[in-house]
């Protein structure tokens, strides 16, 4: 599928979305926390989105994540385990992304998939389009056995910018194909534990604020490596997904920032922000 066919049938899909409006119970966000939104997102979401200050070393980092109502994350179609039509269009491809800089995902996450990780609902686009960024974000992917770089549309747009965060011997694999794509970029982590180094090239490299996506197995590294600022997890108002697949098998160390609640198709759907207490150093820039 070509970029343009792909972006009219997201777009379309976004603005023809039904999204009933989030309702606030909580929100204790911090003074140093950035709010973000615009009249249209602030009257289905009922309030500013928040992040967490840029950070100087490495890129700030948020995880976004639908879970169902008894906990699991793990599904072949992430749609199934019910998070709704606000979630989707609203916060996963939108307030979560208007102010990134790159969306990260792991390889299971994006393989074979005809996709591009961005924003599409007009409204959003025009919020990400005020803070001066690039109509698409960074398209961040970690692997570390390498991918098919022929089977994936993001990875043939030489328009967009695409990091790949992979070790020596899969950069090794992806010679011939990085060869003839010059708009690929790759950051090799000395060990497939290395991400905190890796994130600190990123940086360097000019990314100040990252969406991270998953899948789970990169999740928990992410979460292990400290290197999460912010976790924006929706929960279902009906059980499914794989079995025994939490996000994290701790508790997240955290602070509550917002909690709202689904109206209409999505009563009973959740929606929390957590700050983890791992957060970095603030940036003398921020958005």
Known sequence: MKLDEFAARKRAAAETAALDAWKTEVDRHDADQIAIGNDWSRARFDGDFYLSPAAVERPSTSLVFVQSRNGNTGARDPTTLG???ADKHLIYEGLSRAAADAVLAGAETIRGGGLLLSVWHPELIA????????????????????????????????DVRVVLVTVASAADLMRDALSTRPWIETVRMNTPHDLAAAFHTLRRTGIERISAIGGRTLAAALLDAGLVQDVYLTTSARNGGEPDTPLSRRPLDGKLIVRKHGSGADEGVRFEHLRLRTAPSRSKSEI
């Open 83 to 85: 998070g709704g039509e």
């Open 127 to 158: 919020l990400r389009q005020s803070f001066g960024l690039p109509r698409h974000p960074v398209q961040i992917v970690a692997t570390l056995s390498g991918l098919p770089l022929d089977d994936g549309m993001l990875f043939n747009l030489p």
